[in-house]
């Protein structure tokens, strides 16, 4: 077969686009090449429905053990009992563990779009807001900060069967001990889905969901830095208090649901690929090298966080505990949309953001989010978050000026070749 030009060439311009600028987008990491090689490797070949030694294919021996070491390494590395490391992403985790825990009509309580929630937490452009009824509690305006008072209150009006925590642009940790209360309170399961920080909550740098969530999701690419996908956690099973059925009426353990929910629930076949990929960074997860990356990590965006405040910058909830920072671009006279392009210009890739009780649409935005995930992976330190903050408001403050833009593009293009990447 002749090799595909055309999209190899591309694959190429984007590994150019990754080297030479600088990532800011939250959610995003680079993974090591062992991570890569065994995301591309055989093993896509391989149909693998069912569970490891459970399966309803032949020829399955192999993966077996692979998926074996990527469900005890992910127990292993966030003190869990149980993994399900099947979900394709982390909204296939959500529908999953949402699918073998609710019934179409249910009511669940999520933490708001508009105010860095996830769209899978009840979004009514989403699965999880068309099928459930969806109800959401936010910041508050003052201190864009959770208020759980408010939190208890509305579950209490609203009796959730599920209460969701977590979210893809809140810079605060969470109190899962209250939320646990505030669940135990109206009888729902507290779902938390940690897809963001779930890096620094294995490693003991944030609180611990596992201890008193009932389910824990997570995405694998983000601060975790393994190969894009999902994850199901629980630290203990448990019967269903909640007496859900399966559709033969049984009545089984909730890590027999939730392997249903996936399969055959929402997904078909497993990409053993992605999920021998998932070992790899789990082990790697585990290592004291990714300790060290981790708490760069947090030191990084500490430090991004002050120099955005020296500058004048109006962060929500005035600063961050774990990687990233929704940063409130009113007082500058700009939009998350002039910044997002602005940006793109120099080479510095961060994405526009709702900012809570923004007036403006999603495709305009009053805010912007970054996160240090992946320069942290590249290298840079403390005093390269200082230069960031630098090149980026002399980019905002002179957004119109072309010119000042290409210098600033050249400086970052300059600078980047000191951190290579692979
Ligand atoms: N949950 C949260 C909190 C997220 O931030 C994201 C992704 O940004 C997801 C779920 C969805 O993950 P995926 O894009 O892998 O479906």
Redesign the pocket.
């Known amino acids: 077969m002749q090799r595909d030009k055309v999209v190899f060439d591309l694959i190429d311009r984007e590994e150019d686009r990754q080297k030479r600028g600088i990532e800011l987008i939250a ?1 995003e990491n680079f993974t090591s090449k062992q991570v890569m090689e065994a995301a591309g490797s055989v093993l896509t070949n391989k149909y693998a429905e069912g569970l490891p030694k459970k399966r309803y294919y032949g020829g399955c021996e192999v993966v077996d053990e692979i998926e074996q070491i990527a469900i005890d390494r992910a127990k292993e590395l966030f003190g869990a009992t149980w993994a399900n490391v099947q ?8 529908a999953a563990v949402m699918l073998a825990c609710l019934k179409a009509g249910d009511s669940i309580l999520g933490f708001d779009l508009a105010h860095g ?5 009840g979004s009514p452009v989403n699965f999880s807001g068309k099928l459930y009824e969806p109800h959401f509690y936010g910041v508050e305006e003052e201190t864009g900060v959770i208020n759980y008072d408010k939190v208890q209150a509305t579950a209490l009006e609203v009796k959730p069967k599920m209460l969701i925590c ?4 809140y810079s605060r940790d969470w109190d899962y001990e209250r939320l646990r209360d505030i669940a135990d309170q109206v009888g729902a399961i507290l779902l938390a ?4 920080p779930s890096g620094l909550i294995a490693r003991g740098l944030l609180n611990d969901p596992l201890e008193f969530c009932h389910i824990v ?6 601060t975790l830095r393994g190969p ?3 994850l199901i956690l629980m630290r203990e099973d448990f019967d269903n208090p909640w007496g859900i059925k399966t559709p033969k009426g049984e009545i089984r353990k909730m890590s027999s649901l939730l392997d249903m929910g996936v399969f055959p629930g929402t997904q078909g076949g497993p990409l053993e690929h992605i999920i021998a990929a998932k070992a790899v960074a789990f082990q790697e997860a585990l290592s004291d090298e990714y300790m060290e990356y981790i708490l760069q990590v947090k030191k990084n965006a500490a430090v991004m966080a002050e120099e955005f405040v020296k500058l004048g910058y109006k962060l929500i909830s005035g600063g961050t505990d774990n990687h990233l920072m929704l940063i409130d671009l009113r007082n500058k006279d700009l939009t998350g949309k002039i910044a997002e392009e602005t940006l793109g210009k120099v080479d510095i890739t961060i994405n526009k953001n709702m900012v809570p009780f923004d007036t403006k649409s999603p495709f305009v935005t009053s805010g912007m989010r970054v996160g240090t995930a992946a320069v942290t992976t590249r290298g840079l330190k403390e005093k390269d978050m200082t230069k960031i903050v630098q090149l980026i408001d002399k980019a905002l403050m002179n957004h119109s000026d072309e010119a000042i833009l290409n210098q600033i593009r050249s400086e970052v293009n300059e600078w980047m070749v000191q951190f290579p990447l692979y």
Do not use: E, M, V, Y
């Open positions: 959610s979900p394709h992403s982390g909204a296939q985790a959500n929630g996830h769209l899978t937490h977590g979210a893809s642009a889905d940690i897809s963001h999701t997570t995405t694998t690419h983000k894009r996908g999902g």
